[in-house]
């Protein structure tokens, strides 16, 4: 985002606006984190901000300051919609194609004629936005987030709420800061976060020390059946909507089990597959370690994107010929994977 475009930025946020903050579809704690924190630091300018999720997100993101003020497209459309048709900007964070929103969500964004503002840090952006600050080596939004709120020369506005929803984002999506993406400027970032009043230790506890007994059980069953390509460098899980069902699963309950079979020594790509018997489809995460692209390796195979290192898919097969599909494709990547 260049000078220019900061400068006009700051002459569209110089007056109260109607602004709507959009996360991606199934938020996570970087979506929610710098909706949220956009949220906060634009109300503190007077304008009449609400952030708008396309659907519900995980408990354990529930504490975070402003929740209470978060409307979900999928359950509240009609204020939606209201907000969204009278909005003078809206900001899309954490994704970059209307899509990722929900194709109900996504209609009602490409047909507003508000101005589009997108902070992202995925690969391969859609041109959808009239300002767009898109960096794929950024370790997170929420990062990002914290340097939108620099280029406007307004860090000192940043207070405990705003650096405790940005502190958040930014652990969470760098694996409490151990992923390539962290930088100098990341620790620097979370530093000054840290003195404007974040509580480091508590947000860690309320992110990852907040688990139920059946989410660990479910944890089990996916150890149970985690499986090995050794050849291959290749590990994966698998959960039916049985086993969920089984052991209660609440939205965000599998949140890391990939990192599991990652962290099996000598593996380099590991996925895990969730079924969805409601959206019928099988829910896919990617991650890997060094060089081979999961964002590459999901947008040619199933339906997704994200990262060079975490990346998402779906697949509308049933489970078994999914795993079966996803086997048949390894063998073409046994170079990079050896």
């Known amino acids: 985002m260049n000078n220019t475009q ?11 606006k109607n602004i709507v903050i959009v996360p991606h579809r199934n938020p996570d ?3 929610m984190g710098s909706t949220l924190a956009l949220y906060h630091y634009l109300k503190l300018h007077n304008h009449d901000a609400t952030v708008i999720a396309p659907n519900d997100y995980p408990d354990f993101l529930k504490w975070l300051p402003g929740d209470d003020t978060v409307l979900k497209f999928e359950s509240q459309q009609a204020e939606s919609n209201l907000l969204i048709d009278k909005a003078d900007i809206i900001f899309t964070l954490d994704f970059n194609a209307f899509h990722r929103a929900g194709h109900q969500m996504a209609d009602v964004l490409e047909k507003s004629s508000a101005i589009k503002i997108m902070i992202d840090h995925h690969q391969q952006p859609d041109d959808y936005a009239t300002f767009m600050y898109s960096d794929v080596n950024m370790s ?34 760098t694996g409490s800061f151990r992923f390539p993406a962290t930088t100098s400027k990341t620790h620097a970032v979370i530093g000054h976060l840290i003195d404007k009043g974040a509580d480091n230790s508590q947000i860690h506890n309320n992110i990852y020390d907040t688990n139920s007994y059946s989410r660990l059980q479910l944890l089990g069953r996916a150890m149970q059946n985690l499986k090995v390509i050794p050849e291959l460098r290749t590990a994966y899980i698998t959960l039916s909507q049985a086993e969920l069902d089984e052991f209660n699963f609440k939205k965000g309950d599998t949140e890391g089990f990939v990192n599991y079979a990652l962290s099996l020594k000598g593996i380099i790509f590991a996925a895990i597959f969730i079924e969805n018997k409601q959206d019928n489809i099988i829910k896919i995460s990617l991650r890997s370690k060094g060089d081979f692209s999961v964002n590459e390796f999901s947008r040619a195979y199933f339906n997704g994107g994200g990262h060079t290192n975490a990346a998402g898919g779906r697949s509308e097969d049933d489970m078994q010929t999914t795993i079966n599909k996803f086997i048949s494709i390894l063998p073409q990547y046994k170079q990079d994977l050896s």
């Open 6 to 16: 900061i400068t006009k930025i700051k002459a569209l946020l110089s007056t109260p």
């Open 29 to 31: 704690g970087d979506a």
């Open 140 to 173: 997170s939004t929420c990062e990002m987030v914290y340097n939108f709120i620099e280029m406007l020369s307004d860090t000192d506005k940043i207070n405990a709420t705003i650096a405790t929803c940005l502190y958040v984002g930014i652990m969470t999506d």
